[in-house]
Nanobody
Framework: QVQIMESGGGSVQPGGSLRLSCKVSGLNFAEQTMAWFRQVPGNQREREAVACIKWTGEVTHYTDSVKGRFTISREDAKNTVYLQMNNLMPEDTAMYVC???????????????WGSGTLVTISS
């Protein structure tokens, strides 16, 4: 059974940092493209792809608003992908959801498995 478990969310002030973790089990993690998406609670819009990293370790995507502030990385030995978020802004407030895909595409429709998310709130 595939399990994707996010952690590390919380409430911080603008300018603060958080590190999200996503641990995967039940999959050959080393073969997966891993991604972080986010969705604003109560917003029915499609989830936004924040960052993606291929099984090779190549980072294939950052959404424009997080470039230079967020870093995605993976540790295959721990079946875990991370999202380091620095200089957080109120507009980063969202549910952050981890996803896995066998495809090398960073798009919601190509993700095979999803976690339930971890909430990040940026507020002064």
């Amino acid at each position: 059974q595939v399990q994707i478990m996010e952690s590390g969310g919380g409430s911080v002030q603008p300018g603060g940092s958080l590190r999200l973790s996503c641990k995967v089990s039940g999959l050959n993690f080393a073969e997966q493209t891993m991604a972080w998406f986010r969705q604003v609670p109560g917003n029915q819009r499609e989830r936004e792809a924040v960052a993606c990293i291929k099984w090779t370790g190549e980072v294939t995507h950052y959404t424009d608003s997080v470039k230079g502030r967020f870093t995605i990385s993976r540790e295959d030995a721990k079946n875990t992908v991370y999202l380091q978020m620095n200089n957080l802004m109120p507009e980063d407030t969202a549910m952050y959801v981890c996803a896995a895909s066998i495809y090398n595409l960073c798009a919601q429709n190509y993700m095979d498995y999803w976690g339930s998310g971890t909430l990040v709130t940026i507020s002064s």
